[in-house]
T-cell receptor, first 112, second 118 residues
Framework: EAQVTQNPRYLITVTGKKLTVTCSQN?????MSWYRQDPGLGLRQIYYSMNVEVTDKGDVPEGYKVSRKEKRNFPLILESPSPNQTSLYFCASSYLGSYEQYFGPGTRLTVT | AQKITQTQPGMFVQEKEAVTLDCTYD???????LFWYKQPSSGEMIFLIYQGSYDQQNATEGRYSLNFQKARKSANLVISASQLGDSAMYFC???????????????FGQGTTLQVKP
């Protein structure tokens, strides 16, 4: 089954404790992206990647890192999480020539 | 600048009636795609319907149709015969082509919460 998976689905952590949210897709998509969703703001792009070893900042990259060492994986790293990073996070992927993006199930992160 | 505007924070509709959710967009790129997603209380993003900027006909998917008015830059979602399970948050989104000057990101509106009354 074609899908985008994210882990963990739910996470409660404390300020400053490094964490990684994993994202994996099995569709051989070149393009992968991370979004965060906050009430009243819709979804906003954090980082994106057009292929292996090619990543770039989206609209709200501060406090996040990403890497793309393999085509299928695109982890989101919070080196020192803060309460303002409490949000719902989505990973998405697509073929470069396609408009449609496939979304993962989301990760609810709470930073206390 | 690219922008999506959804002016209806919340909507109510009676079960079995039709409802229109508004969406306007702004872009200078002639090539783009417009999407509607449904987000139930469980949180996942469910793709509903897609309209390409060069498509001549309005997109339809079952009970969903997209009223695409290019000159007015609007892409309203019409849900016919509403069901209780349609109660959710609905997002309109736009994606410009991936290229040297575009990031390929999806630009989302603020969302509209739809409640279907029995």
């Amino acid at each position: 089954e074609a899908q985008v998976t994210q882990n963990p689905r739910y996470l409660i952590t404390v300020t400053g404790k490094k964490l990684t949210v994993t994202c994996s897709q099995n569709m051989n998509h070149e393009y992968m992206s991370w979004y965060r969703q906050d009430p009243g703001l819709g979804l906003r792009q954090i980082y994106y990647s057009m292929n292996v070893e090619v990543t770039d900042k989206g609209d709200v990259p501060e406090g996040y890192k990403v890497s793309r060492k393999e085509k299928r994986n695109f982890p989101l790293i919070l080196e020192s999480p803060s309460p303002n990073q409490t949000s719902l996070y989505f990973c998405a992927s697509s073929y470069l020539g396609s408009y449609e993006q496939y979304f993962g199930p989301g990760t609810r992160l709470t930073v206390t | 600048a690219q922008k999506i505007t959804q002016t209806q924070p919340g909507m109510f509709v009676q079960e079995k009636e039709a409802v229109t959710l508004d969406c306007t967009y702004d872009t200078s790129d002639p090539s783009y795609g417009l999407f509607w997603y449904k987000q139930p209380s469980s949180g996942e993003m469910i793709f509903l319907i897609y309209q390409g900027s060069y498509d001549q006909q309005n997109a339809t998917e079952g009970r969903y149709s997209l009223n695409f008015q290019k000159a007015r830059k609007s892409a309203n979602l019409v849900i016919s015969a509403s069901q209780l399970g349609d109660s959710a948050m609905y997002f309109c989104a736009m994606r410009e082509g991936v290229g040297s000057s575009n990031t390929g990101k999806l630009i989302f509106g603020q969302g509209t919460t739809l409640q279907v009354k029995p």
